[in-house]
């Protein structure tokens, strides 16, 4: 079983709508959890952390559940350039490696 | 300008042709990290290291070698290139200290091997 899952979508929605994306790891003792966004050919970059009270920044906010290890990223009001692949992101209770989930793909259209 | 820079950005090789990709961060980072992606598959930690002199496998190190003799450097290295290296390599810095951990990417290689 892969540590970290994604569904890879596509998911296009119109601009405006609201999405939402979730995840599944398997390792219970992990430590960290992070969105990245990485648009087409370029590198990953951190949208945002993801802490266990949840937390919001802007149009985004993250949430994770412990219990049921799943982690969500909710985008409000899509804007076109919010068109992107969103990496779920997981980092064990030891070391400072981190786990990539394979993306979810999100395409806004006009 | 705070960055991790990767050298070169493209390259078409031929198997068995040694080369030699390198990543330089100027943030003082003590971790370094090599990735490589490919489609359906996602990101996969190569080789990564801790400080200098410092350097552990990842989930797929073989065919590769990496060495970490200064900080800001950490150069990956492909001994014998073969085609199943062909590949979007991104090389990650990040800080060891605080809780964020966040890890900068450099702009990725695109190396082809023929």
């Known amino acids: 079983r892969k540590e970290v899952e994604q569904d890879p979508g596509p998911f296009n929605v119109p601009e405006g709508a609201t999405v939402a994306f979730n995840c599944t790891y398997s390792n219970s003792a992990s430590q960290s959890f992070f969105w990245y966004r990485q648009d087409c050919r370029k590198e990953p970059k951190l949208l945002m952390s993801?802490?266990?009270s949840g937390n919001e920044d802007g149009r985004f906010t993250a949430q994770l559940n412990r219990a049921s290890q799943y982690i969500s990223l909710l985008i409000r009001d899509s804007k076109l350039s919010d068109s992107a692949t969103y990496l779920c992101v997981v980092r064990g209770n030891s070391g400072y490696a981190l786990n990539f989930g394979k993306g979810t793909s999100l395409l806004v259209t006009p | 300008e705070a960055q991790v820079t990767q050298n070169p950005r493209y390259l078409i090789t031929v198997t068995g042709k040694k080369l030699t990709v390198t990543c330089s961060q100027n943030m003082n980072h003590e971790y370094m990290s090599w990735y490589r992606q490919d489609p359906g598959l996602g990101l996969r930690q190569i080789y990564y290291s801790m400080n200098v002199e410092v350097t552990d496998k990842g989930d797929v190190p073989e065919g590769y070698k990496v060495s970490r003799k200064e900080k800001r450097n950490f150069p990956l290295i492909l001994e014998s290139p073969s085609p199943n290296q062909t590949s979007l390599y991104f090389c990650a810095s990040s800080n060891l200290q605080g809780s964020s951990n966040e890890q900068f990417f450099g702009p990725g290689t695109r190396l082809t091997v023929l």
């Open positions: 993801v802490y266990s």
